[in-house]
């Protein structure tokens, strides 16, 4: 099973006005966010996101909160043609209590693969901070590290995670003449 695995905030959607987004009327999808889950889902990709969500340690919203979010969210994917397998969230905060599943360890990574069913040679991460990247390290997978908040379809088309079939085309047909 192929695997794609997205952080959220800075990726999926703009954190660049809010820092804790758990509102809907927060919530702004990044630019190439649709376009790139729409073709992953085509491609037949299982979808996944994991995310730190320390404000429910922190106490400046609740779990349930960003469960009906991430409803929403889904929701709204799904009626254009994405799917999102599952969302991993991590509550806590080291400044409240420890815990094994924050980034930049792996833990919620494994967990995404093993209940996936994805072998890490399967399976990319995306994502915008060094704690992305570390995590991605640790569980070994390919792990692309993208601008906070940018295009994401561009930033991955150019980082050949995600083929251009138009350009490629294009390419083809240059090749001929
Ligand atoms: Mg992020
Ligand atoms: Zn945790």
Redesign the pocket.
């Known amino acids: 099973m192929k695997l794609a695995i997205f952080d959220r905030d800075g990726v999926i959607d703009d954190n660049s006005v809010c820092y804790y987004v758990y509102r809907k009327e927060d919530f702004k999808f990044n630019p190439g966010v649709v376009h790139t889950l729409v073709h992953l889902t085509r491609q037949g990709y299982c979808i996944a996101v994991v995310s ?1 969500q320390s404000g429910i340690a922190k106490g400046v919203y609740t779990l349930q909160d960003v469960n009906i979010l991430h409803d929403w969210m889904t929701d709204e994917l799904a009626r254009q043609g994405a799917v999102i397998q599952r969302i991993y969230v ?3 905060h080291p400044s409240v209590s420890n ?4 980034k930049p ?1 792996p ?2 990574l494994e967990k995404a693969m093993s209940e996936m069913g994805a072998k890490p040679e399967e399976t990319f991460f995306v994502g915008d901070s060094d704690t992305d990247i570390k995590a991605g390290a640790a569980a070994g997978i390919r792990t692309i590290k993208v601008e906070p908040n940018g295009d994401l379809y561009r930033q991955l088309r150019e980082q050949g995670v995600i083929e251009d079939r138009g350009k490629r085309i294009e390419e083809s047909l240059k090749s001929k003449v």
Do not use: A, F, S, W
């Not at 815990?99 to 924050?102: D, E, K």
């Open positions: 730190n991590c509550p806590h815990c094994l599943c924050r360890q833990l919620l």
